[in-house]
């Protein structure tokens, strides 16, 4: 399969706790996003890179949480001191750029829940 | 999420109807006009999208109408199939820059057999 991955699937974390996701995209691809889906609600933007840099954050991604994307690769998305509001899918996609149109792949998610 | 609105919330039809949803959205530096499919455990998949440039596109059962004057596009699912049963996002898109998909809240399709 070398569609995008990721791990966990799931983690059950108690409040206070961090938490760490992994996010494999599909190989060429050269950006990388992370969204986060809250039941019945669709996914909203968290932050992207291009190659290794992370090109924009959104202002739900509070000094709680850090992403990286080290060698342009895989990335890792960690949420330090967990709250319950943090549980939610966070979801990964990947794209290849420049392309018209930008078609995301998303991985199928690594669900959160925060005791 | 409050630029594009999503209607209807859940949508039951029966085998073989036509399926309709549609989302309106506020911001004009949209210019690509994608929806998304989801299923359970899955992450969203594209499904069908649209240029600003085109009014209409088909493939095959799915077709979306675009408005531009109204800041509207719909999705149609022809001939809906059970396993259509899925929930559906409208997803547009500002090209070049991040390209982030900005998501409506979905609508929940149920294709009874």
């Known amino acids: 399969d070398t569609g995008v991955s990721q791990d966990p699937r799931h983690k059950i974390t108690k409040r206070g706790q961090n938490v760490t996701f992994r996010c494999d995209p599909i190989?060429?691809?050269?950006?990388l996003y992370w969204y986060r889906q809250t039941l019945g609600q669709g996914p909203e933007f968290l932050t992207y890179f291009q190659n290794e840099a992370q090109l924009e954050k959104s202002r739900l991604l509070s000094d709680r949480f850090s992403a990286e994307r080290p060698k342009g690769s895989f990335s890792t998305l960690e949420i330090q001191r967990t709250e319950q509001g943090d549980s939610a899918m966070y979801l990964c996609?990947?794209?290849?750029?420049?392309?018209?149109?930008?078609?995301?792949?998303f991985g199928p998610g690594t669900r959160l829940t925060v005791l | 999420q409050q630029q594009v609105k999503q209607s209807p919330q859940s949508l039951i039809v029966q085998k073989g109807g036509i399926s309709i949803i549609n989302c309106a959205y506020e911001n004009t530096a949209f210019d690509y006009f994608p929806w998304y499919q989801q299923f359970p455990g899955k992450g969203p998949a594209l499904l069908i999208a649209?240029?600003?440039?085109?009014s209409e596109k088909k493939e095959g059962r799915f077709t979306i109408s675009f408005n531009k004057s109204a800041k509207q596009f719909s999705l149609h699912i022809m001939d809906s199939q059970p396993g259509d049963s899925a929930t559906y996002f409208c997803a547009p898109i500002t090209q070049g820059g991040s390209e982030k998909l900005v998501f409506g809240k979905g609508t929940k399709l149920t294709v009874n057999p």
């Open positions: 190989s060429e691809h050269n950006r």
């Open positions: 649209i240029r600003p440039d085109v």
């Open positions: 996609a990947s794209s290849l750029a420049p392309a018209l149109p930008n078609e995301q792949f």
